[in-house]
């Protein structure tokens, strides 16, 4: 080692500490005062090669107890911190967030622990809303989220419920299908009949006399996944049950809509059974028509089943799934991959799942960039329900996929001819977004002032400063 020695003033003051010595002792200890023991903690004096083998011979300190183990990770999670574009206006050089992790390890990590705790109350703030006439803002108390929240921390697969839907979904094929199971298995007929007859109801179980109804303006697909996920109800209810008290959910209305959404979860996996759709999927490359083709199903309940692919050891494509309808209300979310999608408040208006309705029914590509430079492939398409005769009201709504970059290649849709440019810049939310030159944007973003325009207007909604 060279005479001038290294820099290492916060590991040394840690030793000392963890020694419980004052720097008095250990200055007696090494032989040199405390006044340069003092220098040395505060980066104001080398330490030195022979410092550092009196320091191995007084306390048995190993060499690699001062090596930088953590530096380069601890470097790198800085600057992906220093690369939030809070931080844009503030010309960081790399040297510097070195120099900090280096001299002052400390400071990185508080750094650290409060931009977490700063991007955690962005997205509550967020997820916040209104109520009532006064100015009071809280968090609601809200079923819908409870089961978005259970089904995201299983990423939406649950391979106990999988397992039961193949076991029967090779039954339902051994006696010809649905309706023939349902008669040989449940001694039940089944009968579609017009909607005024149905007064209102998609489905219903006549036990009394032996009768499963349909409304027959469904159309096939929606008619044989409804015939499933009754199906689950009678075969593994219990199943189903089990699985929904793992959410612990606070209401009876959360406990419902998560048994709910199990059940169409089961639904999906008797009429697409996981290993049989899971090996379509790789030779169809995700092609959503086609898949849908192949087992019968819509292009909404295809792209929904896509997103349970998740099963240990015969893991898919993680994709994040969304349903809006043309004013931008979420009615369905998924987010079994790691796209981050505010809970309340309008999406980005330059995503283009809002632009689809304007090209109904054709599969739209686009290439996405967050603030921080994530990417992501999106795959969107308008979808209808309701309908089925004239006079009927339809309901129009636009689904998406979304997946990482990296797993872009796998998919079909990346070939895409009408693809073409870079990614589109957009954000989670606008008050999460700090693109500045946005001119699609309609809220301010969280800590950031806009300027004045009495000498000045930008071109977008509002200026801020640069400085």
């Known amino acids: 080692m060279e005479k001038q020695g290294v820099y290492l003033g916060p590991r040394?003051?840690?030793l000392r500490r963890d020694l419980g010595l004052t720097q008095a002792n250990m200055a007696a200890d090494l032989e040199i005062s405390p006044s340069y023991i003092a220098l040395m903690e505060r980066n104001q004096r080398p330490v030195t090669a022979e410092t550092l083998l009196k320091l191995a011979r007084a306390y048995k300190v190993d060499f690699s107890d001062f090596a930088d183990e953590t530096g380069p990770d601890l470097i790198a999670r800085l600057q992906t911190v220093?690369?939030?574009?809070?931080?844009?206006?503030?010309?960081i050089l790399p040297l510097e967030i070195a120099d900090v992790v280096h001299s002052f390890p400390g400071v990185a990590e508080a750094m650290l622990r409060l931009h977490t705790a700063y991007r955690e109350e962005q997205f509550a703030l967020a997820d916040r809303r209104q109520e009532g006439s006064g100015n009071s803002v809280e968090i609601l108390s809200d079923p819908v989220a409870a089961v978005r929240s259970f089904l995201s921390a299983r990423r939406n697969c649950f391979p106990v419920l999988d397992a039961a839907a193949e076991r029967l979904a090779a039954k339902v094929a051994e006696a010809?299908?649905?309706?023939?199971?349902?008669?040989?298995?449940?001694?039940?007929?089944?009968?579609?009949?017009?909607?005024?007859?149905?007064?209102?109801?998609?489905?219903r179980l006549d036990w009394h006399r032996k009768d499963l109804l349909l409304d027959d303006s469904l159309d096939t697909a929606s008619q044989n996944f409804?015939?499933?996920q009754q199906l689950a109800?009678?075969?593994?209810?219990?199943?189903?049950?089990?699985?929904?008290?793992?959410?612990?959910?606070?209401?009876?209305?959360?406990r419902r809509l998560g048994h709910r959404a199990l059940g169409a979860y089961c639904a999906a996996a008797i009429i697409m059974p996981y290993a049989a759709f899971a090996k379509a999927v790789e030779a169809r490359r995700y092609d959503i028509e086609a898949l849908s083709r192949q087992f019968g199903t819509s292009f909404e309940q295809t792209a929904h089943r896509l997103t349970t692919l998740q099963k240990p050891g015969q893991e898919r494509v993680p994709f994040f799934f969304i349903r809006v309808d043309p004013a931008g209300n979420v009615s369905k979310r998924l987010n079994t991959g790691t796209f981050p999608f505010a809970r309340h408040g309008g999406g980005c208006p330059l995503w283009k799942v809002h632009q689809v309705f304007r090209t109904p029914r054709k599969v739209v590509t686009q290439w996405l960039e967050l603030p921080d430079g994530q990417r992501?492939?999106?795959?969107?398409?308008?979808?209808?329900?309701g309908g089925g005769g004239f006079g009927v009201p339809s309901v129009e709504r636009a689904v998406a996929l979304v997946c990482e970059a990296q797993h872009a290649e796998r998919l079909i849709y990346c070939n895409d001819p009408d693809r073409a440019g870079g990614p589109t810049p957009i954000g989670i939310t606008c008050r999460l977004c700090h693109r500045t030159e946005c001119t699609s944007r309609s809220?301010?973003?969280?800590?950031?002032?806009?300027?004045?325009?009495?000498?000045?207007?930008?071109?977008?909604?509002?200026?801020?400063?640069?400085?």
Not at 376 to 385: E, G, L, Q
Not at 444 to 456: F, M, N, S, V
């Open 82 to 91: 220093m690369r939030d574009p809070i931080f844009a206006d503030i010309d």
């Open 233 to 254: 109800y009678l075969e593994f209810d219990q199943d189903i049950r089990n699985a929904t008290q793992e959410g612990n959910f606070e209401s009876e209305s959360a």
């Open 12 to 14: 040394l003051r840690r």
């Open 376 to 385: 992501f492939f999106s795959i969107a398409r308008t979808v209808n329900s």
């Open 226 to 228: 409804q015939l499933a």
């Open 443 to 467: 809220e301010l973003p969280i800590g950031r002032q806009i300027l004045p325009d009495e000498y000045r207007r930008t071109e977008a909604p509002f200026g801020f400063s640069d400085s």
């Open 176 to 203: 010809g299908g649905l309706v023939s199971y349902f008669k040989q298995r449940h001694q039940l007929r089944v009968r579609r009949l017009p909607a005024d007859v149905m007064t209102g109801s998609r489905r």
